[in-house]
């Protein structure tokens, strides 16, 4: 039975449904793949827990629904189409029977070394065949995997690593990116270096790096899959059982844990994928993202293979060796549905039409955005030049902690609206609220974005520590969960999502909270205290703006500038380095020691018309200071 929509009426029916009955409405959806037993109860729920319980004592294997299942109807189908780094390098094409066989082997090599149900295990590998391999052997052997995005630091990945006590890493000898050669095997060893769980760690060959291997500890990929059996029974899993550990940022300085189950997680990646980007059999579809990042566990990896369908995994950036890069592979391989994020779109933007006209992007038929607010300019270019005016903008908003996209079109099902995600899919009840939690009701109405009824693929928890799970998404508003977003319903009620409200920061897509690049920071020797806020950046979004005080003593100010953006680069990534930093004497503070915020974003956006009321600072003098550089 297909639960595909496929009307704007049958969009309303289903949504409807979906309110009215969501055991009925999402029984059906799960009838519709293998499990091992079926479950006693659709749903359990309480948002006090939060305990959040789907298909109760469900047993499955998700592998089974994407691999086992679709080896004799589609074995000779493409899963995979992998094209690399290098436009000279050949791409490959992996069917289902091969991807069944490469998950067994690795699912086997993993076992031989003692990894087995629920035994933690870290991903951190380039955008090849083999990262998707390794998800789905964790996901057979009932190991759970946490993939711990490849740009991060050494010091972010040990902190991952001993969070949840892993016992594996797999990884690269290098990564290509663009053209930079990454020595990621290097970063591995020197994160090790204060791990104690890591038994052991394989090694996939990549870029001909040198390595050193570290005997007893560290395997190649190639010599543990030789000579096992193509063939691996795949673990009998609880509907609850974690399937997977994805870290993320929040408005404290430590990432959390977010913890995804096997039951819910499936249904709702493949509902959400099939009618989101109305994929048919046969059509070849692409998703830019890294699976690093919770797009490309749910968009690259498990929705599209549970739906059966051909998905591309890209493993290079989208500017090299030219901004053709990404039209040129949606002729080479007539990509039928291109999903990427508003950044990408902005970066390539910016290089004019000739990139773009040399291809004709006729293959496409959806076109989708992710990760951030899509603003009307990237909107339109997007739509007009790459959907060439005929394909419908799904506009996906989602998050890490949802699994799922929760709002978005249907494409060329429900209306597309610029710059809005627009409704919400069947099976998610969002309400916005005001600050005292009271629902707005009706349309023209702006406020946080809660979700008001559980849908599958709601995180369960954050690893180790389920308090903090509550006192992050359900406390704010008691009885909801809170996405930290702000939202309006306009006056055709459509939802357009304002950005966060919280102190987390949106770069390129990439969520970056404010305390965690401020302790950054703070670590250099001389950095006194620093404060962090986000301000409009034309490609990525939001660009991080810091202001230190420092003792200055021995050190100029641009040196210093340098050494503290180095020093974030080291201890979080590039991805969190600063693009801004001002030293400071000090920070605008209450009278109460808190560090008035809102002053430091209007400086940092270089608007200092309307700073409101700073008479009750307790230093406002230090204002002049801030405000110096933008009157030059
Ligand atoms: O602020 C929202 C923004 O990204 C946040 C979630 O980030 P992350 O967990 O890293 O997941 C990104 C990929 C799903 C949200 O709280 N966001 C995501 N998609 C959109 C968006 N903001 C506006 N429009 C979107 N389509």
């Known amino acids: 039975m297909s639960t595909k929509i496929q009307t704007l009426s049958g969009y309303y029916h289903e949504y409807q449904k979906s309110v009215l009955q969501p055991e009925e409405f999402w029984t059906r959806v799960a009838d519709t793949f293998h499990w091992k037993k079926r479950w006693d109860k659709t749903l359990e729920w309480d948002f006090e827990g939060p305990d959040v319980k789907w298909f109760v004592n469900g047993k499955l294997n998700i592998t089974e629904n994407i691999l086992d299942r679709h080896l004799f109807t589609k074995g000779d189908d493409t899963a995979i189409i992998w094209e690399p780094n290098e436009p000279n390098e050949p791409h490959l094409e992996i069917t289902y029977r091969e991807l069944y066989e490469r998950v067994c082997q690795f699912s086997n090599a993993m076992k031989a070394k003692g990894i087995g149900k629920g035994d933690r295990v870290i991903i951190y590998m380039p955008m090849v065949p083999e990262a998707a391999v390794a998800m789905l052997a964790c996901a057979r052997i009932g190991a759970v995997h946490s993939v711990v995005f490849a740009g991060f630091s050494s010091t972010s990945l040990a902190d991952r690593i001993n969070d949840c006590q892993a016992k594996a890493v797999l990884t690269s000898d290098g990564n290509f990116r663009g053209a930079k050669k990454i020595p990621v095997?290097?970063?591995?060893?020197?994160?090790?270096?204060?791990?104690?769980?890591?038994e052991t760690v394989f090694v996939l060959k990549r870029t001909d790096t040198d390595v050193t291997m570290t005997e007893g500890r560290d395997v190649w990929w190639h010599e543990a899959v030789d000579g096992q059996s193509t063939d691996c029974k795949a673990e009998e899993m609880d509907s609850e059982d974690m399937l997977f550990i994805l870290y993320t940022s929040g408005s404290t300085g430590k990432p959390k844990g977010v913890v995804h189950t096997c039951g819910g997680y499936m249904i709702y990646t493949y509902y959400s994928f099939m009618n989101v980007f109305q994929y048919n059999q046969g059509d070849i579809y692409w998703c830019t993202a890294d699976v690093g990042w919770i797009t490309g566990h749910s968009y690259i990896v498990y929705g599209p293979l549970l739906a059966g369908a051909t998905t591309v995994m890209f493993e290079g950036v989208p500017t090299y060796p030219n901004p053709s890069r990404f039209w040129e592979v949606v002729d080479k391989f007539k990509v039928n549905q291109f999903y990427t994020a508003p950044t990408a779109i902005r970066a390539l933007q910016a290089y004019g039409l000739e990139p773009v006209e040399k291809y004709s992007l006729e293959s496409l038929k959806v076109i989708g955005s992710v990760g951030e607010p899509i603003n009307e300019e990237a909107w339109h270019w997007y739509h007009d030049h790459i959907g060439k005016g005929n394909c419908p903008l799904v506009d996906t908003w989602w998050q890490t902690e949802t699994g799922g996209i929760m709002i978005s079109a249907i494409a060329g099902v429900t209306p597309n609206k610029p710059a809005h995600a627009s409704l919400p899919l069947p099976g998610i009840q969002p309400i916005i609220v005001d600050a005292e939690g009271k629902e707005l009701t009706g349309n023209n109405v702006e406020g946080s974005l809660c979700v008001k009824f559980p849908w599958p693929s709601i995180l369960r928890t954050t690893y180790g520590d389920h308090e903090r799970c509550k006192q992050t998404y359900f406390s704010t508003?008691?009885?909801?969960?809170?996405?930290?977003?702000?939202a309006k319903r306009d006056h055709d009620g459509y939802i357009r999502i304002l950005g966060r409200v919280d102190d987390v920061i949106n770069v390129s897509g990439h969520r970056m909270g404010t305390a965690e690049v401020e302790n950054a920071i703070n670590e250099h020797p001389k950095v006194v205290e620093s404060a962090v806020v986000g301000y409009p950046h034309d490609v990525k979004g939001q660009g991080i703006y810091a202001y230190a005080i420092c003792d200055m003593e021995g050190r100029t100010e641009e040196n210093l500038i340098q050494e503290i953006k180095q020093t974030v680069r080291n201890i979080i990534g590039p991805i969190a380095t600063p693009?801004?930093?001002?030293?400071?004497?000090?920070?605008?503070?209450?009278?109460?020691?808190?560090?008035?915020?809102?002053?430091?974003?209007?400086?940092?956006e270089g608007d200092i018309s309307n700073l409101g009321d700073t008479s009750t600072l307790l230093n406002p003098e230090i204002v002049d200071e801030l405000t110096k550089h933008i009157n030059k």
């Open 185 to 198: 095997k290097a970063v591995v060893d020197e994160a090790l270096e204060s791990c104690e769980s890591i």
């Open 477 to 486: 508003y008691p009885g909801l969960y809170f996405t930290g977003d702000g």
């Open 579 to 604: 693009d801004k930093v001002q030293v400071v004497s000090g920070l605008p503070k209450t009278r109460s020691g808190k560090i008035m915020r809102r002053i430091l974003r209007k400086v940092a």
